[in-house]
């Protein structure tokens, strides 16, 4: 990726303050996907009410507000969006991913390779159609490639 590239993440934030103290195992997690994040994304701002978005790259400070997902985007100019998203869509998808994921803990420790395979691939079936949902959400306010939306999961999950 061109780290010149305006259409990009720069800074990731996670504002838990209001939520229950993550988990040793969800900070890993929270650490790996923004580490991979800001590695490599596609993030572009879309105009809104006629206005033209601010060119990046940006800073994203993602919280749970009300039971809601909060994106905080803002760039050198300044605040740029904030998006609120609920999560009611995305309970459903995070009950699953978080059983195959538990299932696939367990099975690394005690079953052949086959079947971690195979739990394996219902795992990125599910985050393939977490992530579309995601898009999908955030369709009119903020494009996102593939890759960033599995990422950007990650993280809600992280928050959930």
Do not use: W
């Given at each position: 990726?061109n ?6 993440l720069?800074e990731?934030?996670?504002n838990?303050?209001h ?13 790996i996907?923004?580490?991979?994040l ?12 006629g206005?033209e978005?601010?060119p990046?790259?940006?800073?994203l400070?993602l ?9 905080d985007?803002?760039?050198?100019a ?30 690394v420790?005690?079953?052949p390779?086959?079947?971690?395979e195979?739990?394996d691939?219902g795992?990125?079936g ?18 996102i ?5 599995r990422?950007?999961f990650?993280l809600i999950?992280?928050?959930?």
């Open positions: 990726m780290m010149k590239n305006s259409n990009r720069s990731i934030e996670i838990d303050a939520l229950p103290a993550p988990s040793d195992a969800t900070l890993q997690e929270r650490k996907a923004i580490f991979e800001l590695e490599f994304n596609e993030f572009t701002l879309l105009p809104r009410g206005r978005a601010p990046g790259p940006y800073k400070a919280s749970v507000r009300e039971g809601r997902l909060v994106l985007v803002s760039s050198d300044g605040k740029a969006a904030e998006f609120h998203l609920s999560l009611s869509p995305f309970r459903e998808v995070v009950r699953d991913y978080s059983a195959i994921l538990n299932s696939y803990n367990d099975a420790k005690r079953l390779l086959s079947k971690i195979a739990i691939m795992r990125r599910i985050h393939n159609e977490a992530a579309r949902l995601l898009q999908e959400r955030l369709e009119g306010k903020i494009r490639d593939d890759e960033t939306a990422r950007m990650t999950c992280a928050l959930m």
